[in-house]
């Protein structure tokens, strides 16, 4: 049987024409909703939160030139679709719920400087393509079923903040896995939370300025 799609259009009221912040529920009961044309109307946003079932960032967004912080959340069992140039001049992107993979379009974000992806009821994602990024500053890739650190992490010399808690199997990767952060001298904080490691790799805890947090389960404490 074939699926029936539905097609969603979302007309902008002329008082949000100078908004900078918006939160879109977007809940099509099947299909992809095109997020496209209606944002060409809100020339001041800085901030959007989406928070959908199947959704696809199209090339408009790109329009969106003051637009700095983008957040998306899928509520269904889909992957978000994101067009390759929609996110060119953002500086931060959250994806909770919605990739398995560095898409094109994220790769291809150059003045992007944070990245958060929190995974917890999705399947593992492929961190490959990091290092086409070398402008971050900030890393999640929290709940993302990592089993050792992507080796990408190497080339991103800026990155200030880094957070991959809630990957269980980094407990089991060998000490070799974490060097490619032993070069990351900028490196100020790092979130290993439920990680189950047992202790600092040498190459984490020769890192100069870095504070860890570091829990081994549940109930333990943090360092």
């Known amino acids: 049987m074939t699926a029936q799609v539905q097609v969603y259009t979302v007309d902008v009221p002329a008082y949000c024409s100078h908004a900078d912040i918006m939160e879109r529920y977007l809940r099509p009961e099947c299909g992809s909703l095109p997020v496209s044309e209606w944002l060409t109307a809100l020339p001041n946003l800085k901030d959007l939160r989406l928070i959908a079932v199947g959704c696809t960032i199209t090339k408009a967004c790109s329009q969106l030139t003051n637009l700095a912080l983008l957040t998306y959340e899928d509520w269904g069992p889909f992957c978000v679709v994101i067009e390759e140039g929609a996110l060119v001049g953002l500086k931060s992107l959250i994806l909770q719920d919605s990739v398995t993979a560095l898409a094109p379009a994220i790769v291809a974000a150059s003045q992007l400087k944070n990245l958060c992806i929190f995974n917890p009821a999705s399947p593992a994602v492929d961190a490959r393509g990091l290092e086409c990024l070398p402008g ?10 990592l089993r050792a650190p992507p080796e990408g992490l190497s080339c991103l010399m800026a990155l200030k903040v880094l957070d991959v808690s809630g990957n269980y199997e980094l407990g089991s990767a060998v000490m070799a896995a974490w060097e490619p952060l032993r070069g ?21 805890a ?14 333990g404490s943090g360092v």
Do not use: D, I, M
């Not at 971050?136 to 079923?145: A, K, P, Q, V, Y």
């Not at 202790?199 to 984490?204: R, S």
């Open 136 to 145: 971050l500053t900030g890393l999640t890739l929290e709940s993302c079923e």
């Open 206 to 219: 020769e890192l100069p300025s870095l504070r860890v947090r570091l829990r081994k389960s549940q109930g």
């Open 184 to 204: 990351l001298s900028r490196l100020t904080a790092l979130n290993l939370a439920y990680c189950n490691l047992e202790q600092l790799p040498p190459a984490v």
